[in-house]
């Protein structure tokens, strides 16, 4: 395909993503006696620096408000927006088979509820330029899922995909004495100054025919942001080091999915990356919902594996 054919394609495909989301965006209020909290999907908004931040809410069959549950909030692609993330990662399939409240919160554009992205540091676009305060957004987001929900502060996670997966690594800088643990899927680390306060469970996964954020770094042929990447193998030592790990990298193969773990990490967290052999930029074991976007390798669930990652950490555990 020619470079102007796949922008132009690519671009369709962006603008279309709000499509699938014009029905759901009618904020509702967070807050006070009116809010009401049942089982399923609904969309909310809160107020974050004077602007209105939307998010998809899911809550299992499970949830009664009463009981303590797990949260995962999971961060959309650059260009992507809530409604994407839930269709194509299998969240809320096993959020309701497991018994743990998702949400999927927007990042910010200019074109409404499409072409979103996240200020990660060096990355991207709109939020990047604009220097959109994600990470104080995404504390209160946290503790609206906290107060009005009862989710269980040691057991609050961020997965991410592409932007949304720099926007993990940022989160994980910023919210570690937040956070139990983080997951960013095809997405590299570009927040310059991560300190991170404490240690925290990281798993991390890609593919080495990533295109948009390869494996080795650089500008992949397909991406659109003019950004050199960092490489993934760079992003994963330096997490080591930030947990306090020994220098001791085990690596397991089992056919396209080489399973490489930093040891002895301190506070008993976990320092994984999952290098998927031939996977593409796309969320392992989702779906594809446009012709455009990259197939998912079927041969890993990223979303299984992020989760048993999850249950086994507790902020209480990483002290």
């Not at 060096?122 to 989710?151: H, Q, T």
């Not at 446009?290 to 555990?317: C, G, M, N, Q």
Request: hydrophobic share 35%; proline share 5%.
């Amino acid at each position: 395909m020619q470079p102007n054919l796949l922008k132009r394609s690519f671009l369709l495909y962006l603008i279309s993503l709000s499509a699938i989301s014009l029905y759901l965006f009618h904020a509702d209020t967070c807050t006070g006696e009116d809010a009401s909290y049942r089982p399923g999907d609904s969309t909310r908004s809160i107020i974050h620096g004077h602007r209105e931040r939307s998010f998809i809410l899911h809550l299992p069959p499970s949830f009664d408000g009463k009981k303590k549950m797990p949260a995962v909030i999971m961060y959309h692609g650059g260009g992507g927006n809530a409604d994407h993330a839930l269709a194509t990662t299998g969240w809320n399939e096993k959020a309701d088979a497991e018994g743990f409240i998702v949400a999927y919160p927007n990042g910010s554009g200019w074109s409404g509820n499409s072409l979103l992205t996240w200020n990660a540091g060096r990355c991207c676009s709109y939020a990047m330029n604009n220097k959109i305060d994600d990470k104080g957004f995404n504390e209160s987001l946290i503790d609206f899922l906290i107060a009005e929900l009862n989710a269980d502060p040691e057991m609050i996670y961020a997965a991410g995909f592409s932007n949304g997966g720099m926007m993990t690594h940022a989160l994980g800088c910023a919210l570690s004495n937040r956070l139990a643990a983080i997951a960013p899927v095809g997405g590299s680390l570009e927040t310059p100054d991560c300190e991170p306060s404490e240690p925290i469970g990281i798993i991390l996964v890609h593919g080495t025919d990533d295109n948009n954020v390869p494996f080795e770094g650089g500008r992949g042929k397909k991406a659109l942001v003019k950004l050199e990447k960092t490489p993934v193998m760079e992003g994963f030592k330096f997490w080591s080091e930030k947990n306090g790990c020994s220098e001791q990298l085990t690596e397991e193969t089992d056919g396209n999915v080489v399973r490489m773990e930093y040891k002895e990490c301190s506070g008993g967290v976990e320092t994984v990356l999952y290098k998927l052999i031939g996977g593409t930029h796309s969320w392992p074991g989702g779906k594809r919902l446009y012709k455009v976007e990259d197939p998912p390798v079927d041969y890993l669930s990223a979303t299984d594996v992020i989760w048993d990652f999850f249950k086994r950490h507790k902020r209480e555990e990483n002290l």
